[in-house]
């Protein structure tokens, strides 16, 4: 909502100019006596309420299900990204990682030196048994061709050769087939073991960012599950502010803009910022728009989730032609005391004073419409 300049505390509080309407306007006058314009400082504003965040500021949840096993930090600490900040017991996934190394030890290839072996003995004795049967085929179709031996001797050797022949080019492609099984095996086992060692990470909740842990929201033996948040972190010593903005009034609100602000923590301080964010949509339940600005007069200490009230001055006058606003009808007339009804065009407007453009002067006496 848009507030006076006047009798908003923050504002009095910030320009020292600010008065009350009893002494802007008389000298105890009553309401249906006539009055005068005054030319005086005004500032239009718009309301904010919200909280103080730290940058980067997030709840951090983990994807397990189980109770809390250890808890590595305590609140306030200063931490680094990767830190573990606590701990879930899970025996299951305990017990899934280490099948998964056993399987990987199991899978290695240096563990199947062996097989790999026994097959190139294979493949020796193979090729030697080959070399021997081709040997023996041709000294008998030498044989053979002089009239010695016999058809069948001779067809025996022949059968003898291409068995071997056979069995060496089997031997071959078993060594072959093995060294593949024994690499797949292994590559397969170590990334069984590398996913196992992924998931049980995931019982380890780690620090998303340099910056300080604000706090704990479980402890140690606490049951949680992926929809629990654990722990509230941001970044140290950096601090702005989240302030909710009314549908009615976020179309004044421009980046840069002054906002004067106020906080339980520290009374009767008004404290200054700019505005350096507006979020583009509306949250459709409260039908306010978030904006964010920095500080550039913080308190000496501040901490995450400070409630704050704020005044973002969207325009500033100092030599504003003023009138109370319930002197203006329907924002366009104003009524002299010898009740003629002229035209006027305003400016700056709060809840109870409107800047006048054209229409009158300073000199104009005015009576309140009704009176």
Not at 25 to 35: K, L, T
Not at 165 to 180: G, V
Request: proline residues 4%; hydrophobic residues 40%; negative net charge.
């Amino acid at each position: 909502m848009v507030n006076s300049g006047f009798y908003n505390p923050v504002l009095f509080h910030l320009s020292g100019w600010m008065i009350l309407a009893s002494i802007l306007f008389s000298c105890g006058s009553s309401e249906s006596e006539p009055i005068t314009a005054k030319v005086q400082p005004l500032t239009e504003s718009v309301y904010a309420s919200g909280i103080v965040k730290a940058r980067d500021q997030y709840e951090a949840f983990t994807s397990a299900n189980g109770p809390i096993q250890e808890i590595f930090v305590d609140e306030g600490d200063t931490i680094k990204a990767g830190t573990p900040i606590l701990m879930i017991y899970s025996e299951a996934e305990k017990l899934r990682r280490e099948n998964a190394l056993l399987a990987r030890d199991f899978a290695d290839q240096q563990a199947n030196q062996t097989r790999l072996r026994d097959a190139e003995l294979a493949i020796g004795l193979a090729k030697s048994k080959l070399h021997n049967d081709s040997l023996l085929w041709v000294r008998t179709k030498n044989l053979w061709a002089k009239g010695i031996g016999t058809e069948v001797d001779l067809e025996q050797k022949e059968l003898n050769y291409k068995n071997s022949q056979t069995n060496y080019e089997s031997a071959l492609l078993h060594h072959s087939d093995l060294k593949r099984e024994i690499a797949y095996n292994s590559e397969s086992a170590g990334k069984s073991l590398a996913i196992s060692k992924v998931m049980e990470n995931d019982y380890v909740l780690r620090s998303a960012l340099d910056g300080v842990v604000f706090s704990i929201l479980k402890e140690k033996g606490e049951m949680v599950s992926p929809q629990t948040p654990l722990a509230v972190l941001g970044r140290a010593g950096d601090f702005f502010l989240e302030m909710q903005v009314d549908e009615y009034d976020i179309a004044k609100v421009q980046l840069g803009q002054r906002t004067m602000v106020t906080m339980d923590s520290f009374k009767e301080e008004v404290f200054e910022g700019k505005v350096t964010k507006i979020y583009p949509i509306m949250d459709s339940k409260s039908k306010t728009f978030t904006v964010e600005a920095e500080f550039t007069k913080a308190p000496p200490t501040l901490f995450p989730n400070l409630t704050l009230e704020a005044n973002i001055i969207t325009q500033s006058k100092e030599n504003a032609l003023i009138v109370p606003r319930n002197y203006v009808l329907k924002d366009q007339w104003v009524i002299t005391a010898e009740e003629d009804t002229i035209p006027v065009r305003l400016g700056i407007k709060t809840y109870e004073y409107a800047e006048i453009l054209e229409g009158i002067t300073a000199s104009t006496q005015l009576i309140m419409p009704g009176k």
